[in-house]
């Protein structure tokens, strides 16, 4: 069981979102594989992965922020916060592929951004309204309002995430579409144990 205290990694929304196997094999198990999608997403991240300040368009750019949201317990880092002269930030995250992803995925992708822009708000006390997906393929940004109803599934998702977490057991495998770019395919089995538990189920 994990200490109440332990901060949840901002990524560990992502991959629960994605598929909570795989949170569970990544975070618990800690097992990690690297597939052409990550490599791509490394890519992706190279130039704002070490930290710094400038200055673009009269805002201040900061990259690779250190963020946290103690009420939520949450920990992570922001690719790129921009902020406004009166100090409002806008984060921005970075992604493979380009803006028009399945709705599914880019779901996912909505949730770690949230989840961003409120450890953003505790830290600074300023409101952060909305904030933006940087694909790297497309090079193109698509804008996300921080609403209600997301800010809800952020709050979902951790508990969600902690229980995991806690209770220390993978959920069982669903093989289907997400498989076919997860980089764990070959630690989960996912096809091998779904036809296994049919099996089984079919001798009961």
């Known amino acids: 069981m994990t200490d109440p205290a332990d ?11 994605y598929c909570p196997r795989q949170c569970a094999l990544i975070h618990v ?3 990690f594989a690297e597939n052409l999608y990550t490599l791509r ?3 992706a991240h ?5 930290p710094g300040v400038e200055t673009r368009a009269g805002l201040r750019v900061e990259h690779a922020l250190p963020i946290w949201n103690d009420r939520l317990g949450l920990i992570g880092k922001a ?7 009166d100090g409002t930030p806008y984060p921005v995250e970075y992604k493979h592929g380009n803006r028009n992803k399945a709705a599914w995925i880019a779901s996912c992708d ?3 951004l949230a989840a961003q822009a409120m450890c953003l708000e505790e830290m600074t006390g300023k409101a952060v309204p909305a904030g ?4 790297a393929t497309s090079k193109r940004r698509r804008d996300v309002v921080i609403d209600t109803a997301l800010r809800r599934r952020v709050e979902e998702a951790t508990i969600a995430v902690r229980a995991l977490l806690d209770g220390a057991v993978l959920p069982a495998p669903t093989f289907d579409k997400r498989c076919d770019k997860c980089s764990l395919a070959d630690f989960c089995q996912p096809a091998v144990r779904v036809v296994a538990a049919g099996l089984f189920d079919s001798e009961a």
Do not use: K, M
């Not at 190279?46 to 070490?50: E, S, W």
């Open 7 to 17: 901060p949840i990694p901002l990524s560990a929304l992502q991959h629960w979102c």
């Open 29 to 31: 198990e800690q097992v």
């Open 41 to 43: 997403g490394q890519a």
């Open 46 to 50: 190279h130039r704002v992965d070490q």
């Open 79 to 85: 690719d790129i916060v921009e902020f406004e002269a």
């Open 110 to 112: 909505d949730l770690q």
């Open 132 to 135: 933006a997906l940087f694909y």
